[in-house]
């Protein structure tokens, strides 16, 4: 009788139904067939009700309970202890028919997002989304982790943050990133991207990123690259982290920085101790700490000059007609151009976090109920002018873009941006460690880095929860003004200011 | 209340989870990264647990004696019910801890079976083998379904068929082929496969697969084709069924007709009732008939001289190095030749029926004790030496060739060669009914053919019981004359005899 060894296996059996459930969805979108929609998504449902019946089952509540009985638990059993708890409250207090309700609605405003953004039509969306506002109120109200409906939506993704302290980091950031970009904004020699969008072979393309993965230390024996519409990383048990990414022909960076961004990612969860494979705890320990290593990689690293010093002369053996005459300086500096834009996905470092601090503010406020559904198309475009100076001409392009509110994913945004910040301090640390990375770039080396990464961050998986995790690296709180000197360090001396 | 929709509706939710078991094996064979193995084994055992035990619950009982009240079923309700009480009686008579114990068995026998094959020592395989032989021993006095235990073994896969039944056709059989064999031998003008052996381009043979596949009416919609090692067919929905191919590049019908074999499988579940779909009833009515459906497409029309007359200018047009000044009629017998041979898999039409009929009598002994698994290098040698006239060299290219006995699949082989029988008779049927066929063949036309199988066989999945339905189809029962008939027609000439 070992009650913590109970709970260990009762939750690996959650844990492998769930990865069984993301191979569903993995195949779904790199390899299903056009025709088997409906089938899989029976199957998922029926996937999904089982593995949420196992976890609101008595069995587990006795098992939960035996094992908080144990005296003294170690690091890792108190952990265990903790998500178990963590996940069983969050999904037993919210009814059965509210939970498949809720998976109904998601599945519909899906489908609903998908043809409203084709024809640019918010009023199609209306309806579907606001059934799935109320519906995550009231999903929000029963699990009640609180102060505010907001917070209990904001916890499931990032464990323990709460709004206000969101809305004071967004409030410290805004004025400052509003500062570079019209500093840069002023620079009479800007980069542009006008070399990234001539003609790049598809399958040249493909190879570069692969060999780009290998240097990263992505190991294809614990994991593989595919194409999808949406890059994404998924582990399908903890020896099988599987990135994916796009290629567009006219445009380098997507697929190229899309792999590093997945890689990124998936180096996080190819790196858990081999103790906590399998478990509870072999997950990321928030999204915000996942998107600071998918960030990191991406940003920090692959789109640095030293990175660059090494892999321009290989890039350019793979794309001489674009880029043997072109020079590695004016390289480095396209791929770092910084302008608003319309479209988060495609947004510069600099720019990236106001997209964010829109949304944030946007779903809050639809949430407490201080806005409606149909006012969102106008606050969003409202925004846009206040914060990034354009203006979308058409929802599409606007409140349409993104998927996240259609799935009810709200609270998920701030994630994103914490990225960016918590990216920022944990890479500064490092360097303050081990400033030799740099050098090691380039000659196509890693490996340093991501010992330290490693050693300090992935192993742990969800052992430390995020403010601890970061507390232990950096040695302090979240700080911005980590990411802010981290933006003006690099972008000044691009836009030679 | 409606018993019958609730059992239609529990056992869909059991074939469910069975596509999803699917889609584990299938990706593990596909695409899954080498290290993931251990972490997926320990997945598919969850998930099999899953479904034995949903399947062997007291619900499943009660459901079943509810639908057992229903009076006058129609023929669909009848043959759920049927099939359900075929499927929970199979299963309910089986401890668990047996069904465990042969899980392990199977997993630990095809692992070693791959290493004995490899060093060609079946002293290896014997303890694993051994102690399979004797846990299947116990399923099948548990199931006891008789008269013997090898009776029950084989209704598994081929319900309602006895061994006395099989034992009877195969010496039937045996004779005539003999009998061929000896006369083909006899010819001066023997075509050979020479042609075949040259380098074959793998991207063009892929290529050229796939341009078959779309005019066999092989839907991509709802379907799909990958590589693997072992070619397959597998339905992970009934809107979902993908085939694999291998590709050898120094031997072109491999890849060519292991796609148009497993193209046959797949349009037998692309075809069935959409009624049926998702349901107990959407699967092949015994794995004979399946295999009646893939020989048919791979042998009588993907052999024939009618299939070649469209694709050969085509496949010239693909290997114009290899086939530009070889004559049609050369090619049409290269692919023709009948040899005895080691290996079961790579054996033409004329003698595949007796490697078949060898791995019958044999296993029958073994399952009824006349014979002890550490006879069987010995008897395999001798009756290779009986039905083919060839001996062996070594284990691997004997005893150890086939995977079926170390996964515990006794009483499989003989649908293999029922699959020839059943498919020269519906065939034959089928040419009586619409001769139009061949002429259609010439001009790449296989659109009749599929709509004659699939209205009399494929659209009933299991609705039928393999000998109803023959009879159904054809009017009488299994006659092996059709094969024999239809073997003398098409290889005398192709021999010149």
């Known amino acids: 009788m070992d009650p913590i060894k109970d709970l260990r296996e009762h939750f690996t059996g959650i844990v492998r139904l769930k990865y069984i459930a993301f191979l569903l969805e993995w195949d779904m979108q790199v390899y299903m067939p056009s025709g088997a929609s409906q089938g899989r998504g029976e199957q998922s449902a029926l996937l999904e009700g089982i593995i949420h019946q196992k976890l609101v089952s008595d069995k587990t509540a006795e098992i939960i309970k035996k094992a908080e009985g ?7 059993d108190a952990a265990m202890l903790r998500e178990a708890k963590r996940d069983y409250d969050r999904a037993v207090r919210v009814p059965l028919e509210l939970v498949k309700e809720i998976a109904k609605t998601t599945t519909l405003g899906y489908k609903t997002w998908e043809k409203a953004r084709a024809k640019s039509d918010f009023k199609m969306l209306k309806p579907v989304l606001e059934k799935l506002v109320s519906l995550k109120q009231q999903e929000a109200d029963k699990i009640d982790i609180g102060p505010t409906r907001y ?5 499931q993704f990032e464990p323990g943050a709460k709004s206000d302290w969101v809305l004071k980091i967004f409030n410290d950031l805004k004025p400052h990133l509003f500062r570079i970009i019209k ?28 060999e780009v993965l290998k240097k990263l230390n992505y190991s294809f024996e614990f994991g593989r690259q595919d194409k999808s519409t949406h890059p994404f990383t998924t582990s399908l048990s903890s020896t099988d982290t599987r990135i994916t990414t796009r290629i567009w022909e006219n445009f380098l960076p997507a697929c190229l920085f899309g792999t590093i961004h997945e890689c990124g990612h998936a180096l996080y969860e190819m790196g858990f101790d081999k103790e906590i494979h399998d478990t509870i705890l072999a997950d990321g320990t928030s999204l915000g700490i996942h998107e600071s290593q998918s960030r990191l990689w991406e940003n920090m690293v692959g789109r640095s000059r030293e990175f660059w010093r ?9 794309f001489p007609e674009n880029l043997k005459k072109f020079p590695e300086e004016e390289f480095y ?10 479209i988060r996905v495609e947004a510069d470092e600099v720019t990236y976090s106001l997209h964010i601090i829109l949304r944030y503010e946007i779903e809050k406020e639809l949430i407490e109920e201080s806005i409606m559904v149909s006012e969102l198309p106008q606050l969003w475009n409202q925004k846009m002018e206040e914060l990034l100076g354009i203006i979308p001409p058409d929802d599409a392009k606007g409140v349409l873009q993104d998927v996240h509110w259609s799935g009810g994913g709200f609270g998920y945004f701030p994630t994103y941006a914490l990225g960016n910040l918590y990216g920022a301090q944990i890479y500064s640390k490092a360097l303050e460690k081990h400033p030799i990375f740099l050098e090691e770039f380039e000659k196509g080396e890693f490996s340093t880095l991501l010992s330290y990464l490693r050693e300090n961050i992935h192993q742990y998986g969800k052992i430390y929860e995020p403010r601890d995790l970061l507390k232990n ?3 302090e709180d979240l700080n911005s003004k ?16």
């Open 183 to 210: 500093k840069l904004d002023s620079s009479s020699n800007k980069p542009n991207q006008e070399i990234l969008k001539k003609f790049y072979d598809p399958e040249k393309q493909w190879d570069f990123s692969v």
């Open 482 to 497: 980590y990411f802010i000197e981290y933006l003006e360090r690099k972008f000044y001396p691009i836009y030679k200011i």
């Open 473 to 475: 690296v950096t040695g």
């Open 333 to 342: 500096r396209s791929i770092n151009s910084v302008q608003p834009s319309l």
């Open 70 to 76: 144990v005296s003294n638990p170690n690091l890792i």
């Open 310 to 318: 090494y892999w321009y002369p290989i890039l350019q053996k793979y």
């Open 151 to 155: 917070d209990t939506m904001l916890d």
